[in-house]
């Protein structure tokens, strides 16, 4: 779970937004919202849906910038999306999250950013300049007013009766839609990707027992093989040793049989309890083998083949002994 934090100053429907979207999910979280505005509608909002909202007057973000880093700290968050935040974000704050803080502008960026151009003078702005097409932006916040990389960006065309108001509604349905975006991008590259399990390790998880095999010991490349994985028309040797190889692949120490299909053919087919007993060693012999015990496991395979013969031989006997005992009138 990646804990993330909205800084926001005004009515607040981006960061409703985006709680709506993350809080219900397992994969990100809005754990925290600060706000430099006392009365903002969004305090409201964020505490109906249960999300943490402090207020900090704006001489804390200014002079005291470490208050803010505490807090974001105590709540283990990982990203920061200004969601109409009107303050300015002290450098401390950026360095500490660089690359890390989120910004959602009302404009086509670099058109119509900087300074003073915010909320609907953006679009009065767009309008009186004839601009056929607007839209929204999301970018990395640097120290540098609207002006950080790029990360999401969405167009709405501008029709000839447009006002600031239908203007700014139009692109709120865009910032909808990619402000979550450019926030589970950015998370995603925070944070990479599991390395896939090995098949010894799927296994003994399956299985609920230790993987207690060896890792394998990295062998030198071939020398026929340069060690480049670019160079696709290079041969590769796919030759495994099985000393060394891993299990599934020639292990060094192969896996005794089972016996399970016979098991259970002798089950149904012959005797009952010893078919069961067979199936029991059986399945020790699998569970043993990924623990590491080989002495146990051979013992299993071992024992699973005896109780296999027994129930044959039980099953032979009483269907062969079945037939004079009923012509005799004894069964
Ligand atoms: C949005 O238009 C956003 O682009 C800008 O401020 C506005 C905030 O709106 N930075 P809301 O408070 O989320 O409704």
């Known amino acids: 779970m990646t804990n993330i934090a909205i800084f926001a100053s005004g009515n607040g429907s981006n960061a409703v937004n ?5 809080n219900s999910g397992s994969r990100i979280r809005v754990a925290l919202c600060l706000t430099d505005k006392e009365n903002a509608p969004v305090i409201e909002k964020m505490r109906e ?11 804390i973000w200014r002079d005291n910038p470490e208050t803010i880093l505490n807090v974001l700290h105590q709540h283990d968050i990982k990203l920061i999306a200004l969601a109409g935040f009107l303050c300015f974000v002290a450098d401390p704050i950026v360095e500490a999250f660089e690359g890390r803080i989120l ?84 998370v995603a590259q925070l944070t990479p990707p599991e390395p896939p399990k090995s ?21 030198a490349p ?14 590769i040797s796919l030759k495994i040793n099985p000393a060394t190889a891993p299990m599934g692949q020639g292990a060094a120490e192969p896996m005794p049989p089972t016996f399970l299909v016979w098991s259970v053919v002798a089950t149904i087919l012959c005797c009952f309890i010893p078919g069961i007993v067979a199936i029991i060693n059986s399945a ?6 990924y623990a590491g015990d080989i002495e146990g496991a051979r013992r299993a395979s071992r024992n699973a083949e005896i109780w296999i013969i027994i129930s044959f031989v039980l099953g032979v006997i009483s269907n062969t002994l079945i037939v004079p005992l009923q012509l005799a009138g004894l069964f």
């Open 18 to 22: 985006l709680v709506k979207v993350f």
């Open 49 to 59: 849906l249960g999300v943490e909202t402090l207020y900090f007057p704006r001489s």
């Open 199 to 219: 098949v010894d390790d799927a296994w003994a998880e399956t299985l609920g027992v230790p993987n207690n095999v060896p890792p394998v010991p990295k062998s």
């Open 222 to 235: 071939s020398p026929a093989y340069s060690g480049n994985p670019n160079n696709l028309s290079e041969p």
């Open 284 to 289: 020790k012999v699998s569970s043993k083998y």
């Open 103 to 186: 910004n959602i502008h009302p404009s086509l960026l670099p058109a119509y950013g900087g300074n003073g151009m915010h909320g609907a003078n953006v679009h009065k702005a767009v309008i009186e300049a004839g601009e056929s097409k607007s839209g929204a932006t999301v970018h990395i916040v640097t120290s540098e007013v609207d002006a950080g990389p790029i990360v999401v960006q969405r167009e709405v065309p501008v029709l000839p009766d447009e006002t600031p108001e239908s203007l700014e509604a139009k692109v709120h349905e865009v910032e909808y839609l990619i402000f979550p975006e450019a926030i589970v991008k950015t």
